[in-house]
Nanobody, 124 residues
Framework: QVQLVESGGGLVQAGDSLRLSCAAS????????MGWFRQAPGKEREFVAF????????YYTDSVKGRFTISRDSAKNTVYLQMNSLKPEDTAVYYC?????????????????WGQGTQVTVSS
């Protein structure tokens, strides 16, 4: 069992940066691939970023490439999402998720554990 807790969300202006954190407990996340997803009001949950167990492989949805960076710190059992040059369309609740199987996945149903989410609001 893995418990995931996101933090770091907030209200910012367009062009600002935020760093989201996802702290894991109950089980080390070093054995899990990790992902970030987001869900805007009235929309389906969408994939944002993926990082492999070792951290050597990362993958992003096109709309955040070059602006967001996913990373992990196994010693702290934490995964991060650095978000730069934020845009109003990035406004959403952001969720981290853990995946027991190592393969890259961009579909929510492929992930086994989820956090409760953290709100990110970007004003224009």
């Amino acid at each position: 069992q893995v418990q995931l807790v996101e933090s770091g969300g907030g209200l910012v202006q367009a062009g600002d940066s935020l760093r989201l954190s996802c702290a894991a407990s109950g089980r080390t996340i070093s054995s899990s691939a990790m992902g970030w997803f987001r869900q805007a009001p009235g929309k389906e949950r969408e994939f944002v970023a993926f990082i492999s167990r070792s951290g050597s492989i990362t993958y992003y949805t096109d709309s955040v490439k070059g602006r967001f960076t996913i990373s992990r710190d196994s010693a702290k059992n934490t995964v991060y999402l650095q978000m730069n040059s934020l845009k109003p369309e990035d406004t959403a609740v952001y969720y981290c998720a853990a995946k027991l199987r190592p393969a890259l996945a961009t579909v929510a149903r492929e992930y086994d554990y989820w956090g409760q989410g953290t709100q990110v609001t970007v004003s224009s």
